[in-house]
T-cell receptor, first 112, second 115 residues
């Protein structure tokens, strides 16, 4: 079964710190790796996505690092803010238009 | 999440009843995906539809669940004879087409509670 494993399950960071969430996948056919942010009572919102032909992508305070040989990718949130407190999901797909396989989620709390 | 509309936002059903969940994709989007999120878990793919076609239903339970996306109107996820285990948040996502640059945008979900 295709799986994406995500860690940690929960994370507490101080304001201004760096939040790091890791994911590992099994299926080498995956070629699209998005990260979603979800607030309570809301649907997932696309944050940033990467393809395996690049090792890093940065958008504002959010950076994805991708290690194709290790089949791992991670989300780094720089200068974490209390407003970043949410659940973060990594996902993978064969193409951006096909089914997404999600990780289990990381509940991030940023303390003021 | 603006654009993908799901209704109702909350739905309460008794065991054995039917639940109908609706999803209107973003304007210009012809691809719809349904996912289910159990409490404290990630989202699990259920079904992928285009207008009048089911493309991938590999995540759908074999019984009681069905989905459609008619030529006109919203996509419908139908659950017959609901059981307690069907209690979950059901999310719909849409994309304009399949392909490398077509991310999925999610609605805010329907929270289904079975009494």
């Amino acid at each position: 079964q295709q799986q994406v494993k995500q860690s940690p399950q929960s994370l507490i960071v101080q304001k201004g710190g760096i939040s790091i969430i890791n994911c590992a996948y099994e299926n080498t056919a995956f070629d699209y790796f998005p990260w979603y942010q979800q607030f309570p009572g809301k649907g997932p919102a696309l944050l940033i996505a990467i393809r395996p032909d690049v090792s890093e992508k940065k958008e504002g305070r959010f950076t994805i690092s991708f290690n194709k040989s290790a089949k791992q990718f991670s989300l780094h949130i720089m200068d974490s803010q209390p407003g970043d407190s949410a659940t973060y999901f990594c996902a993978a797909a064969k193409t951006s238009g096909s089914r997404l396989t999600f990780g289990e989620g990381t509940q991030l709390t940023v303390n003021p | 999440n603006a654009g993908v509309m799901q209704n109702p936002r909350h739905l309460v059903r008794r065991r054995g009843q039917e639940a109908r969940l609706r999803c209107s994709p973003m304007k210009g989007h012809s691809h719809v995906y349904w996912y289910r999120q159990l409490p404290e878990e990630g989202l699990k793919f259920m079904v992928y539809l285009q207008k009048e076609n089911i493309i991938d239903e590999s995540g759908m339970p074999k019984e009681r669940f069905s989905a459609e996306f008619p030529k006109e109107g919203p996509s419908i996820l139908r659950i017959q004879q609901v059981v307690r285990g069907d209690s979950a948040a059901y999310f719909c996502a849409s994309s304009p087409a399949q392909g490398r640059n077509q991310p999925q945008h999610f609605g805010d979900g329907t929270r289904l509670s079975i009494l």
